[in-house]
């Protein structure tokens, strides 16, 4: 992998690593939560911050990646001014970001334009994740398992109510969260994403559970505790079993479910699944 000057991004002179750490909001910033959850479970330090402050405890010996689709993100902009004389890759289409890339000769991993952010997971996950294999010695990146249209159908009927999607344990988390935003983004209503075994400690004193549909995200790391929430709760659950060999395989699994369900939803009940009008009243309202 290159930098638009040619630097190659494999140099072992470019930063004495000892962590990664990703940054980015909404769409853009989701990769980094499933790298670094991966990372972790690798035995590789990785943290992801959707923030515009980064804590002094990591400004040094990371490299920093710093990702916004658009490049012109506001909080990510900010983030990245108090890293920039930091290792750091930017992670981006165009805007700020990629101006300053090109005008400073900085390191940067170009992203196709003509995406909405969230569309653009994959493309951003991979190549991130390639940049991450320059310094570690990481497998080829997975082939996608593709969730069958009965399974696709299923999820699509369960976020018809408003969903508590519960991941089967923190090492798949990031794949719950994906699946609240994309109910936010594609099919315009509240979500709520949390993991086993911490809500089994709050959540699960919640009276009005038969007010949701609940989803759980299965990797069939933790059946146990699973299946206690289901006899103490009472409620019918929506329980996928994902599919793959390795946790990363089985969470990339349940997000491309959770996308093809929230777009099929979207298609059967005519929502323009693409506009985000509030988003960008809300960024209007910052300049």
Not at 1 to 19: A, E, F, I, Q, Y
Not at 173 to 181: D, G, I, Q, S, W
Not at 252 to 273: F, S, V, W
Request: proline fraction near 4%; charged fraction near 25%; charge should be positive.
């Amino acid at each position: 992998m290159k930098t638009k000057d040619n630097t190659s991004l494999g140099s072992k002179n470019m930063v004495d690593l000892m962590r990664w750490v990703f940054i980015g909001m909404g769409g853009s910033g989701i990769g980094g939560d499933v790298l670094s959850c991966y990372l972790q479970n690798i035995g590789i330090e990785a943290y992801s911050f959707h923030t515009q402050e980064i804590p002094k405890t990591y400004l040094n010996n990371s490299h920093f990646v710093v990702t916004s689709y658009s490049g012109n993100t506001k909080e990510t902009i900010t983030a990245f001014k108090q890293i920039k004389k930091k290792p750091h890759t930017l992670v981006t289409s165009g805007g700020y970001l990629l101006n300053y890339a090109v005008e400073n000769r900085d390191r940067f991993i170009p992203l196709p334009k003509g995406y909405v952010p969230r569309d653009a997971f994959y493309i951003i996950l991979k190549a991130i994740y390639g940049l991450v294999s320059e310094f570690a010695e990481l497998p080829e990146f997975p082939e996608i398992k593709n969730p069958d249209q009965i399974n696709i159908k299923k999820m699509a009927d369960a976020l018809k109510k408003s969903p508590l999607i519960y991941s089967s344990s923190e090492k798949i988390y990031p794949a719950a969260y994906r699946l609240k935003t994309q109910v936010n983004e594609n099919l315009k209503k509240h979500a709520f994403s949390n993991y086993f075994n911490e809500l089994s400690h709050n959540e699960i004193e919640a009276k009005n559970q038969k007010d949701y549909s609940h989803i759980i995200l299965n990797a069939g790391d933790n059946d146990e505790f699973v299946e206690a929430w289901k006899k103490a709760v009472g409620v019918k659950a929506y329980d996928f079993q994902l599919k793959g060999r390795t946790v990363f395989d089985k969470m990339l699994y349940a997000i491309m479910l959770g996308d093809q369900a929230t777009i099929k939803l979207a298609d059967e009940l005519k929502i323009n699944r693409i506009p985000t009008p509030f988003i960008k009243k809300f960024k209007d309202a910052l300049n």
